[in-house]
């Protein structure tokens, strides 16, 4: 063979006359014994150069066949180029994994779910195993463990996460640990996975969430792999950030989940039913169907005293949905704190009003409240308007009435004014409270005519002698059916009715017998 001074201190072996064979790396060598071997040879254009190492260096090898059967072999140094490659192949993976891990995370805003995810992800792709830990629940730590291939199991454990280096500084939001400070053989028995094997080393980072951690992670490395990097452990830390994120995300609405269920259960309107001898019934239709509440409400408030009417009021304020909603709780808890002053409608109405006003709200309402007492087999109503809709009576041969009340919106103008009816009902007679979503619904075969009050009456004439239950319910129906699937108002219809009695005669066959519903 034959070679110059650089190929000389790349092959010390190298030397005028020494066969190639003896001096070159065995991938070198293989290639130019085939293109030595007799007949045309050719170097295929699609296969590449070709590459291989040399001491620490890499390079590219390009032979050239001369005339007269022999090949020289040109060598460049690829070391630092092949270098960037791969650098940029790893870097683009890590970025894909990122993005796969983001999109995932986020996905759900169930906690449990995010912290399974992130045990998933890490040990598939960042470690042997890992550990998604929750902060501290009283004295017990919620932990995901997930070993490489397998599924995440969640534990609860009476464990001081302090006795773990790094693991305490983590859960409290500090800069993790360099791994290398961490001893694998102090790892506890509960942090590593049953059938995991020697630890060979462990990382752990905190868990970033919106001002204070969402947990730690932890990740394993069995012995016979190699240790955690300094740039696997800063990847680590990107990974950990999202997990946070989700994490602390998810445990943000968990608990804003939590509060709205709360002050739903306020806002909701109650379910009615049979008190002291009265039957009540009432449906509530938001606006929207994502909607729970609204502007539109109901209460009914028993009597305090046996013999005493009940207390029973239907709103409506000004718009819809959760402002709408605010003020319907405000309107609400005010007339129960004005319950004493039941028997005197205008006052209570005028002490709402006049609360409204001094309220931050801009918005007004309007109401109507109802009194209403079994006497005998009859019940007695007192019906007050402020500015509503005037409450309709359903008579046992189907004539409906309009109840002679009106009266001022309330929370619009310093003095308001109201009329009181009194209506008695007879056994099987009811009356309607309804909100003007049901008269205002727009649809129809056309879909632009409004249900309206006459439609409204037509319908309850023919409920006459109907329960209260089946009122409200065929009211909703036909105004859903009138709408089909247009927007519409908040809607709401309450019913009193007087049951049909049968009356008990006493067992002695002398004293007085009773009526009963």
């Given amino acids: 063979m034959q070679c110059n001074e650089a190929a000389g201190r790349l092959l010390p072996a190298a030397a005028p006359g020494t066969p190639l064979v003896d001096v070159a790396p065995d991938w070198l060598r293989a290639a130019h014994a085939?293109?030595?071997?007799?007949?045309?040879?050719?170097?295929?254009?699609?296969?590449?150069?070709?590459?291989?190492?040399?001491?620490?260096?890499?390079?590219e090898a390009h032979p050239t066949v001369r005339k007269d059967g022999s090949v020289a072999w040109w060598l460049v140094d690829d070391t630092d180029h092949q270098l960037i490659r791969e650098a940029l192949h790893v870097e683009r993976e890590r970025t894909a994994f990122l993005a796969k891990a983001s999109n995932v995370l986020l996905s759900s805003l169930n906690l449990g779910r995010c912290m399974d995810v992130t045990a998933q992800l890490a040990a598939e792709s960042l470690a042997d195993a890992a550990l998604a830990i929750a902060p501290l629940r009283g004295h017990r730590l919620p932990v995901v463990t997930c070993l490489r291939g397998g599924p995440p199991v969640l534990s609860t454990l009476a464990v001081d996460p302090d006795d773990v280096p790094g693991l305490g500084e983590a859960l409290r939001g500090f800069p993790p640990v360099p791994s290398r400070w961490i001893d694998p053989a102090t790892a506890p028995a509960w942090m590593v996975p049953e059938g995991f094997g020697p630890?060979?080393?462990?990382?752990?980072?905190?868990?970033?969430?919106?001002?204070v951690a969402a947990g730690a992670l932890i990740l394993l490395r069995k012995t016979e792999n190699?240790?955690?990097?300094?740039?696997?452990?800063?990847?680590a830390r990107l990974f950990a950030a999202r997990a946070g994120a989700a994490?602390?995300?998810?445990?943000?609405?968990?608990?804003?989940?939590?509060?709205?269920?709360v002050l739903m259960q306020e806002l909701l309107p109650p379910t009615l039913h049979h008190i002291s001898g009265v039957d009540f019934a009432g449906r509530y239709r938001p606006s929207a169907d994502h909607e729970r509440i609204g502007g539109d409400f109901y209460d009914v408030h028993p009597a305090a005293v046996e013999g005493e009417a009940s207390l029973v009021s239907l709103g409506d304020v000004c718009g819809k949905g959760l402002e709408a909603a605010v003020l319907t709780g405000k309107i609400r808890n005010t007339l129960h704190a004005l319950l004493p002053l039941a028997d005197d409608h205008q006052r209570m109405l005028g002490l709402l009003n006049t609360a409204l006003l001094n309220s931050h709200h801009t918005r007004f309402a309007t109401l109507v409240l109802a009194s209403a007492?079994?006497?005998?087999?009859?019940?007695?109503?007192?019906?007050?308007?402020?500015?509503h809709p005037s409450p309709l009576i359903i008579r046992s041969d189907g004539t409906v009435e309009e109840a002679d009340t009106n009266g001022t919106l309330i929370g619009a103008l310093p003095d308001i004014t109201a009329s009181t009816a009194a209506v008695s009902l007879a056994p099987g007679?009811?009356?309607?409270?309804?909100?003007?979503?049901?008269?205002?619904?727009?649809?129809?075969?056309?879909?632009?005519?409004?249900?309206?009050?006459?439609?409204?009456k037509r319908v309850l004439a023919g409920c006459a002698g109907m329960p209260a239950e089946g009122i409200v319910e065929h009211v909703q129906m036909l105004a859903a059916q009138w709408l089909g699937n247009r927007s519409h108002d908040d809607m709401a219809v309450v019913v009193i009715s007087a049951p049909r009695t049968h009356h008990l005669s006493a067992?002695?066959?002398?004293?007085?017998?009773r009526f009963t519903g």
């Fill in 34 to 59: 085939t293109l030595t071997l007799p007949g045309p040879h050719a170097v295929p254009e699609t296969a590449g150069p070709l590459r291989g190492v040399i001491g620490s260096r890499r390079f």
């Fill in 199 to 211: 630890v060979g080393s462990i990382v752990i980072t905190p868990l970033p969430g919106h001002g």
């Fill in 226 to 235: 190699a240790a955690f990097s300094d740039e696997e452990e800063g990847f």
């Fill in 247 to 261: 994490m602390s995300a998810a445990r943000l609405y968990a608990e804003q989940t939590a509060i709205t269920d």
């Fill in 373 to 387: 007492v079994r006497r005998g087999n009859t019940v007695d109503l007192k019906l007050t308007s402020g500015g």
């Fill in 429 to 456: 007679e009811s009356c309607v409270l309804y909100t003007d979503g049901i008269t205002e619904a727009k649809g129809g075969p056309m879909g632009d005519a409004l249900f309206g009050e006459d439609r409204l």
């Fill in 507 to 513: 067992v002695n066959g002398r004293t007085r017998g």
